[in-house]
């Protein structure tokens, strides 16, 4: 079976653009959550999603959203891009909500803003 | 930020040596995990720990929930050259809606000197 999957891999943008960030999950798992990994740190929760509603929100400001899908994909969006938002943006799935199964991450999507 | 405090930051060792990283929260976590994350990789689950005084292993790694609930470690036994990698615990922490979130450390950076 299939991981998680997340397009693109890497991409560079410059202040002020915005982004979309795709994420397929696991088969079968419902929940999608999104986290921001700083260089040198661990990884920052900024949303989690289940059955197309937004279920947690971290404290990112409003330039930062997101939505699922009827499949249960996700797109993590950021507008007016800073340069501290570089970082590697990761994608996690687990089957459902409330629960406490684990959760699965895909390989992240490096974004640099210049 | 980030509310769980891991250490060693970084460690060194020679190939063959054991291992031992501990985490350490001001607050009570009902689930530990533990990730390795390769360079350009998300984060890979190693252990899941789930009730205080739970001493869990898998193959050559060893994980302990302190009973108090605010702690845990990580053992690694001879360690070999694929050991090397970021080594991140997290606690599951509930928010409303049934929704929940992951807490990381600031992550244990594990090189092996062949």
């Known amino acids: 079976d299939a991981g998680v999957t997340q397009s693109p891999t890497h991409l560079i943008k410059t202040r002020g653009q915005q982004v979309t960030l795709r994420c397929s999950p696991i088969?079968?798992?419902?929940?999608v959550s999104w986290y921001q990994q700083v260089l040198g740190q661990g990884p920052q929760f900024i949303f989690q999603y289940y059955e197309k509603e937004e279920r947690g929100r971290g404290n990112f400001p409003d330039r930062f959203s997101a939505r699922q899908f009827p499949n249960y994909s996700s797109e993590l969006n950021v507008n007016a891009l800073l340069l501290g938002d570089s970082a590697l943006y990761l994608c996690?799935?687990?089957?459902?909500?409330?629960?406490?199964?684990?959760?699965?991450f895909g390989p992240g999507t490096r974004l640099t803003v210049l | 930020g980030q509310q769980l405090n891991q250490s060693p930051q970084s460690m060194f060792i020679q190939e063959g040596e054991d291992v031992s990283m501990n985490c350490t929260s001001s607050s009570i976590f009902n689930t530990w995990l533990w990730y390795k994350q390769d360079p350009g990789e998300g984060p890979v689950l190693l252990i899941a720990?789930?009730?205080?005084?739970e001493l869990t292993s898998n193959g050559r790694l060893t994980a302990q929930f302190g009973i108090t609930r605010k702690d845990s470690f990580l053992n690694i036994s001879a360690s070999i050259p694929s050991d090397v990698g970021i080594y991140f615990c997290?606690?599951?922490?509930?928010?409303?809606?049934?929704?929940?979130?992951?807490?990381f450390g600031q992550g244990t950076r594990l090189t092996i000197n062949p």
């Open positions: 088969s079968g798992h419902k929940s």
């Open positions: 720990l789930y009730k205080a005084g």
């Open positions: 996690a799935s687990s089957t459902r909500l409330p629960s406490t199964d684990t959760q699965y």
């Open positions: 997290a606690g599951f922490r509930f928010l409303i809606q049934g929704a929940q979130k992951l807490v």
